[in-house]
């Protein structure tokens, strides 16, 4: 099992001191660092910069929306920043939800599966250079055909040669079908949510994996003698999530909760939140849910509970990072002496 430092994308501010942390990961031996966007800082500017700061950490985006750029788009960039780190970079993807696809792209979110097929497909023939790119899909075509078309565009290939004929690319994902797609297509699978008591209700989805097949899954890590204050930032965030992060009627984190076995837990969660109670939608969040997905207490409990981990199929723990800086580098020291 590998590690990766997970930066998020930045709030308020810009995270502290994101490269020294991402230097701190490398030199601890973990394998990964990933960056995020959701209507905010983008994900491939902050990797750029880690790129030219290191030299042997993988850099992932984790997720970059693929709303947010079109298929070509997209693969400039990528293979812009593969150059820039020789050949360390993993584009992971994801089609965020209906309330920032739509509220912040402009974009529909209809059909999302079909959405991401045939992104891959336009993505991958443009890092693979070996002809002009082409679809005539049914969200996307290559050339331009529709109103106020002139006609004139035509089938292009990469002036840049890719340093690389393919880049590997994962997809998050929460949804059964979204997973499988995953599975079918993708080098790997991010999910968000994940515990390796509960691996098998993705068993379905996962059937058709190949060999070298990824799963990256984020791991809260905190160092807490006391495990009612480790568990605190968790609750919120799920608490968070299942009430701000997607539609009351079509949340995908309170459908995947369902299926993990909290339906009616989660259900509680959202409904206090959306009722404006969000200290008690905290509270609600089960301390189970919260633990099972998190490395969480004093040390030893962590190197207990790291054994299980382990033995599931996850392949890279995603570890988030603190606020505080010295506090991320002590963690990312104590989890790297355990795993690597």
């Not at 209700?201 to 807490?224: H, R, Y």
């Not at 009430?243 to 076995?261: E, I, Q, S, T, V």
């Not at 299980?308 to 989890?335: C, P, Q, R, Y």
Request: hydrophobic share 40%; glycine share 8%; with cysteine.
């Amino acid at each position: 099992m590998k590690l990766g430092l997970h930066l998020g994308y930045w709030q308020k501010n810009p995270t502290d001191r994101f490269i020294e942390l991402a230097q701190k990961a490398e030199a601890f031996g973990f394998d990964s660092v990933f960056t995020a966007e959701a209507y905010g800082s983008d994900c491939f500017t902050p990797l750029a910069a880690i790129a030219v700061s290191t030299s042997k950490i993988r850099l992932c985006t984790g997720v970059m929306q693929i709303s947010a750029r079109t298929p070509v788009c997209a693969a400039m960039s990528a293979l812009t920043l593969d150059h820039i780190s020789n050949g360390r970079l993993c584009l992971g993807v994801g089609v965020s939800g209906p309330q920032v696809v739509e509220g912040w792209y402009g974009q529909p979110f209809k059909r999302p599966l079909e959405r991401t097929r045939e992104w891959l497909d336009i993505f991958q023939q443009v890092i693979a250079r070996e002809a002009p790119v082409a679809l005539n899909g049914e969200q996307y075509k290559l050339p331009y055909d529709g109103p106020n078309n002139l006609h004139l565009g035509k089938p292009l290939k990469s002036i840049t040669h890719p340093l690389r004929k393919k880049i590997p690319v994962f997809l998050g994902a929460e949804g059964p079908k979204n997973i499988a797609l995953a599975a079918e297509r993708f080098d790997g699978w991010m999910p968000i949510f994940v515990s390796p008591y509960r691996m098998n209700i993705f068993d379905d989805s996962l059937a058709s994996k190949p060999e070298g097949f990824e799963i990256n899954a984020m791991v809260n890590c905190i160092v807490n003698d006391n495990l009612e204050e480790a568990m605190y930032p968790g609750k919120m965030t799920m608490a968070l999530y299942l009430g701000g992060m997607g539609a009351k009627k079509d949340n995908f984190h309170k459908n995947l909760m369902g299926r993990m076995g909290f339906g009616d837990e989660a259900q509680k969660v959202q409904d206090l939140w959306y009722a404006g109670k969000h200290d008690e939608a905290i509270k609600a969040v089960p301390d189970a849910l919260v633990d099972e997905i998190s490395l969480l207490g004093p040390k030893e409990r962590i190197r207990e509970r790291l054994q299980d981990w382990k033995k599931s199929d996850v392949t890279t723990l995603m570890i988030g990072h603190a606020d505080n800086f010295d506090v991320s580098v002590k963690t990312m020291e104590f989890i790297a002496g355990e795993v690597v």
